[in-house]
């Protein structure tokens, strides 16, 4: 009987350059909660990067919005050749307007910011660029809270308007020869939109 246990000894213990190696299956707990540690830590770093992305995406996204909504504007006035604007109302209003000739404003569409916004500033205290403009705590930059376009497609004033929700800030500025362009206030500084 001594041989036969001897024998699976052996087979069960392979020797090899005089060393007995012991063969094993499967991972240890540590080794295990090391992994789940790993993955762990990269699932949150990634979920993190995601909300961040999500977030400026969703500024960049209410940014281009109104951006659009103004050309769109500056537009319709160069295409119908009378004025147009728009009208920026507090807290989180925006209305399309056509000027009639008695001067007179006849508004069309009315939009509301999103992801609640609001007309204001944030801790972004430096001009908005270009137009070198101070924001303003009510958030509208614009002689009487409009924006008004001739048919030429210039600007009658130049101006801006900053809004910030739990996303962030942006500023729009538009300057007298009618070009829109947004920002977000980012690390102190104001960064161009695209």
Known sequence: MNVLLSYNYNNANKKK??????????????????????????????????????????????????????????????????????????????????????????????????????????????????VNIAPDPSGIMFNGGRCIFNPTGMALSSGGITFTGKFGTIGIIVTPTGQVKAYKWLSGQWGEVR
Request: glycine residues 8%; without cysteine; hydrophobic residues 45%.
């Open 17 to 130: 350059d005089g060393l007995i190696k012991t063969e094993r299956k499967g991972f240890t707990l540590i080794e295990l909660l090391v992994i789940i540690g790993i993955i762990g830590t990269i699932v949150l770093i990634a979920g993190w990067e995601y909300k961040r992305a999500l977030r400026s995406q969703i500024l960049t996204n209410e940014a281009l919005k109104i951006v659009n909504l103004i050309q769109t504007e500056r537009y319709k006035a160069i295409e119908q050749g009378v004025r147009r604007g728009i009208e920026f109302v507090p807290p989180d209003t925006l209305r399309t307007f056509v000027v009639q000739p008695d001067l007179t404003l006849n508004y069309e569409v009315k939009e509301i910011l999103g992801y609640n916004f609001a007309f204001g500033i944030d801790g972004a205290n430096a001009p908005l660029p270009i």
